[in-house]
């Protein structure tokens, strides 16, 4: 069956510090892989999507980027966070039943 | 492009009792798939159910259904013999197959299950 990874569940890191988050995929190949956003109480934003290797599709100019060096690997970065990057995020990926499966997400708070 | 609304910010409902969440979408595609996600207060977001829009027969899933409405592009949500750990956000979807990025999410309905 699939399952999908996501760490770490908590981080704090202050301002001007790097981030970055993993999320991977067992049980299936080539899956098309989303991260999310969402504040407090919000609905969902979508950051990125990737529909294989070293493809990347950005929904909204910011201060992260994402990379996929591996086929279920997704990983959300940023060189320098900003206040304004906390939240919680969502790794999620597409099943042939056109439905999202999601990973347990990353509290992100940036002090 | 598509949207989804869900007009309800907040519901509440007695335990035991029956409540149903209101969502509409907009599409002009013919070929879709609707679903319900639900967040506890986890945050870990969870399909609840899901509805192709070819099949007129509407989804159930224990105590979850909905009432599928293709031309009034309505998709409600009716949670029987509500229970406490019904208590979450719950965030209506709709999905585009030809399209990669191709789901739109509601903004929620936060629905809370009182004793």
């Known amino acids: 069956s699939q399952t999908i990874h996501q760490w770490p569940a908590t981080l704090v890191q202050p301002v001007g510090s790097p981030l970055s988050l993993e999320c991977t995929v067992e049980?299936?190949?080539?899956?098309?892989l989303y991260w999310y956003r969402q504040a407090a109480g919000r609905g969902l934003q979508l950051l990125f999507y990737?529909?294989?290797?070293?493809?990347i599709s950005s929904e909204v100019p910011q201060n992260l980027s994402a990379s996929r060096p591996q086929d279920r690997q997704f990983i959300l970065s940023s060189k320098k966070l900003l206040l304004s990057d906390s939240g919680f995020y969502l790794c999620a990926w597409r099943g042939i039943d056109y439905g999202y499966t999601f990973g347990s997400g990353t509290r992100l708070t940036v002090v | 492009a598509q949207t989804v609304t869900q007009s309800q910010p907040e519901m509440s409902v007695q335990e035991a009792e029956t409540v149903t969440l209101s969502c509409t979408y907009d599409?002009?595609?013919?070929?879709?798939?609707l679903f319900w996600y639900k967040q506890p207060p986890s945050r870990q977001m969870i399909l609840v159910i899901r509805?192709?829009?070819?099949?007129?027969q509407n989804a159930t899933e224990n105590r979850f259904s909905v009432n599928f409405q293709k031309a009034a592009k309505s998709f409600s949500l009716k949670i029987s013999d509500s229970q406490l750990g019904d208590t979450a956000m719950y965030f209506c979807?709709?999905?585009?197959?030809?399209?990669?990025?191709?789901?739109?999410f509601g903004a929620g309905t936060r629905l809370t299950v009182k004793p």
């Open positions: 599409t002009s595609e013919n070929n879709y798939y």
């Open positions: 049980g299936t190949s080539n899956p098309n």
């Open positions: 990737s529909v294989g290797i070293g493809q």
């Open positions: 979807a709709f999905s585009d197959p030809s399209s990669y990025n191709d789901m739109r």
């Open positions: 509805q192709e829009a070819y099949k007129q």
